[in-house]
């Protein structure tokens, strides 16, 4: 029995001494990210039948146990991706804001304000060459904000998608190392059961590599008892197992002409399904949000183009022109429709005509009235417009290798253009003021950037072919512009400052919810990591209290041991 009591002690002094190992562990790591408090589970070891007694035998560690709540790590999951995700919103959304930040004051408004009001000046003196210059150069300054906003945001949408490059890099790479640390759970954890002998540091390890991938991409998991881990994307798609991962890729163009995201080696996009983490948030903010804003701005600048050419196109000014250039190229011999012409306003020729008035070398028009060249959408030709411009007498057309129409006076001659019905004139910017079809091909027409002269401010008349010096009908036609509902590209009609209010209102609604969004989610996780800590963190207030409890029981096995000696020296001293 003395012997006994020397094994049953023994046993106290291994186990107290292993506990106190999990204690000096946990304060080791206390400042480790991701460490989850660890705790050693003690039972007796099984008892002895003795004489009739069932006797103990002693003290074992029967395992060390992480301490963790999974429902607490599952949230933390997700609450990490959705604050990755609005972060990385947030952020891109404040890049921009130098953009959008002067809208109401310097920028947008301030230039499509001063384009109208200079149109209103020359409207009041359609004579005055320094009204028309006045207009010019207001008109280039609304063309420069409309420029660099498109500039500016396709700068930060394109760097956005290379970040995104870089983004999918690091997942792979957390990849590998989840699938690797899996392989080495799973060499450590042979043969046990259950909870059993867990490698508790390695879990650790790989749970904060989970959570770092869920910084990127949202993923959902899947523990299994053997140790594993399987790992989703949002759509089912497969990123781990048993340990080996699947790599993120770029694929083919997607709707937002950007390289979509797939698994390496398949064709199926994911990019939708990514609505969390720092990904997912730089794909929302360069298709979602940089895209729309983009749209919105080509929309504007669209609407500009074409109402103002409509208008310009088919006026004129006191000084009649000698030559005029299309500033879109057409396919001469193809049917003038959207279906075989590449114009971008090539779906807006209708059925309709427009006049041709030749003047002599005296300024009279012959024939007064001028001579219709009429248009038949889907039907007519470049060519044919050609060749009924060259029936007209005192003008010749030409159509050069690239397929721009060329209209010349002959000598002593002079022409105008007026009454377009067909849209022929606008959508190949014939006798036109602007060039381009959206916020970064927008420009004047070089006809009026070379020379202020040729703003058109009046109209021929359809009886007489007279432009009248005083004429501000053309002018006034475009300053009506400025609050007309305008919708040339299928979008909602609207006036182009309620379109720039929109504008300036949507950027400022989608940041004011991003940063609501990130607040929310960022005391959301304070709180979830509070809670963790409370549970999973290590308290050296508590370990310590741990470990005195340990040492004292330590100390208590020793004295059994010290007294048993005792006890088998005064049992020899008898024998002696």
């Keep these: 029995m003395i012997f006994d009591s020397l094994n049953i002690a023994a046993s106290s002094l291994k186990t107290q001494q292993r506990a106190m190992d999990v204690v000096s562990h946990n304060i080791a790591n206390v400042n480790t990210p991701g460490y989850s408090r660890q705790t050693a589970d003690l039972a007796t070891l099984a008892s002895e039948k003795v004489a009739g007694l069932n006797l103990g035998r002693g003290v074992k560690v029967m395992n060390v146990r992480r301490v963790v709540d999974p429902i607490i ?301 009429n248009i038949t959408a889907g039907v007519t030709t470049m060519n044919d417009i050609a060749a009924a411009i060259n029936a007209v007498a005192g003008v010749s057309a030409a159509i050069d290798a690239s397929g721009h129409l060329s209209i010349t006076a002959a000598t002593g001659n002079t022409f105008t253009l007026s009454g377009d019905s067909s849209n022929v004139l606008a959508a190949y910017e014939i006798n036109s003021f602007f060039h381009g079809d959206n916020a970064g091909s927008l420009a004047l027409s070089s006809a009026v950037q070379n020379n202020a002269d040729a703003i058109n401010t009046g109209a021929a008349d359809a009886a007489t072919s007279v432009v009248q010096a005083g004429d501000n009908s053309s002018a006034l036609a475009i300053l009506g512009l400025q609050n007309s509902a305008l919708s040339i590209d299928s979008t909602p009609a609207a006036s182009l400052h309620d379109r720039t209010t929109s504008l300036s209102t949507l950027y400022g609604t989608d940041t004011a919810v991003s940063l609501q969004q990130k607040d929310y989610r960022s005391v959301e996780a304070d709180s979830l990591n509070n809670q963790r800590q409370a549970i999973s963190g290590v308290n050296t207030d508590e370990e310590l209290i741990a470990m005195i409890k340990f040492q004292r029981a330590y100390q208590s096995s020793a004295k059994v041991i010290t007294t048993t000696n005792q006890m088998l020296d005064s049992l020899m001293g008898l024998i002696r």
């Design 73 to 373: 790590a599952q949230a933390q999951l997700n609450n990490s991706s959705q604050l990755a995700y609005w972060d990385t919103t947030h952020t891109g959304l404040n890049s921009v804001e130098n953009v959008f930040g002067s809208l109401q004051s310097t920028g947008l408004a301030s230039a499509l304000d001063g384009f109208f009001l200079a149109w209103k000046q020359l409207a009041n003196n359609p004579q005055d060459h320094g009204q028309k210059v006045n207009v010019r150069a207001k008109s280039n300054a609304l063309v420069d904000s409309l420029n660099n906003m498109k500039t500016q945001l396709t700068s930060v949408q394109n760097n956005t998608d290379a970040n995104i490059d870089q983004a999918i890099t690091k997942a792979n790479q957390i990849l590998d190392n989840i699938a690797s640390l899996t392989i080495q759970i799973n060499r450590q954890e042979a043969g046990n059961k259950g909870a059993i002998g867990q490698a508790n540091d390695l879990r650790d390890q790989r749970d904060q590599a989970v959570r770092d991938l869920t910084k990127l991409i949202p993923v959902q998991q899947v523990n299994t008892a053997d140790g594993g881990l399987m790992l989703q994307a949002p759509d089912g798609a497969l990123l781990v197992q048993d340990g080996a991962a699947r790599h993120l890729a770029r694929g083919g163009a997607g709707n937002s002409n950007f390289s979509t995201i797939v698994i390496a080696g398949g064709s199926t996009a994911i990019d939708q399904s990514l609505q969390g983490g720092q990904i997912g948030g730089m794909i929302n903010l360069r298709d979602n949000k940089l895209g729309n804003y983009i749209q919105k701005i080509d929309s504007i600048a669209a609407n500009l183009i074409f109402s103002t050419n409509q208008i310009h196109a088919s006026g004129a000014s006191a000084t009649h022109q000698t030559s005029m250039n299309a500033g879109q190229a057409s396919s001469p011999a193809l049917a003038l429709d959207a279906a075989t012409q590449s114009a971008p306003f090539a779906a807006k020729i209708q059925n309709g005509s427009f006049k041709l008035h030749v003047y002599d070398n005296t300024g009279a028009a012959t024939p007064a009235g001028g001579v219709a060249i």
